[in-house]
């Protein structure tokens, strides 16, 4: 526990030095987001029954954000390590798979949070209302950054430059991200789109912790659940027993 303590105190300080540029930045970003739909859409009418557009963005922009810094962080870590050789220092000492593995995804999902805080901080006089479940909100913030986060070190792993990894980050995270309901109900899309936003799961994490808001989603927040968990798992044993196995790690 002292060895995953002290990753963990690392990689939370590493995030935690350059915070203008991990957290206040997409914190920002977030914000001009909501600023620039808020009026586009103005005085269009409500989404979800009782929810005004803007209102309906902000969890989903909320979540949008944690996802993308819960895996930037864990992925931009342990390729930074790799490249510079520093990663030998980590190695090194007696540390257990699951003490490395916890040390990593723990730091993902604290840094995923603290932007997700932020954001709904920033953009809760647009209109959020008192969440309805908080439950519901702390689960789906919870599992998505440890996803995203758990993705985050399968990416630093496979990938072997920076480059590699902006490509897991540009064609795979910000699409799956973008196009999972964060600015729409996928009940406006054509069926067929409908349909295909159903086999994406970030869909389910943004839908689950928007229910968690409005007591309204666009699916089950049981069914969110079961996805989103059954996905977690998967992700969770498969990235272990690529650390177990050292794979590229000590390459």
């Keep these: ?12 300080l590493r ?3 350059v915070g203008f540029q991990t957290l206040s930045a997409p914190i920002l970003t977030a914000l001009l987001y909501q600023l620039i739909f808020a009026q586009v859409m103005k005085g269009r009418p409500d989404i979800l029954p009782g929810v005004s557009y803007t209102a309906f963005l902000i969890p989903g922009l909320a979540m949008m954000s944690m996802l993308q810094n819960a895996f930037a962080n864990s992925s931009s870590s342990l390729i930074q390590s790799r490249i510079t050789g520093n ?5 090194l000492p007696p540390l257990g798979t699951a003490a ?20 709904i901080a920033v953009t809760a006089f647009f209109g959020l209302p008192i969440p309805h479940h908080l439950g519901w909100i702390i689960i789906f913030a919870l599992l998505g950054c440890a996803i995203m986060g758990m993705f985050g070190l399968l990416a630093g792993i496979v990938a072997e430059k920076f480059d590699q990894l902006a490509a897991f980050q540009n064609f795979l995270i910000m699409p799956l991200t973008f196009l999972s309901g964060v600015f729409y109900s996928i009940n406006s899309l054509p069926s067929f789109w409908r349909t295909l936003s159903h086999f994406n799961p970030v869909f389910y994490m943004i839908d689950g912790f928007r229910y968690g808001f409005f007591g309204q989603s666009d699916s089950s927040p049981w069914l969110a659940l079961t996805v989103v968990s059954s996905f977690a798992i998967i992700l969770c044993i498969l990235v272990c027993a690529i650390l177990k196995s050292g794979w590229k790690l000590r390459n």
């Design 15 to 17: 995030f935690w030095k």
């Design 87 to 91: 990663l030998i220092f980590i190695l």
């Design 100 to 119: 490395f593995f916890c040390a990593y995804v723990g730091a993902s999902i604290l840094r995923g949070l603290m932007v997700g805080i932020g954001v």
């Design 1 to 12: 526990m002292t060895g995953c303590y002290t990753l963990l105190k690392k990689e939370v």
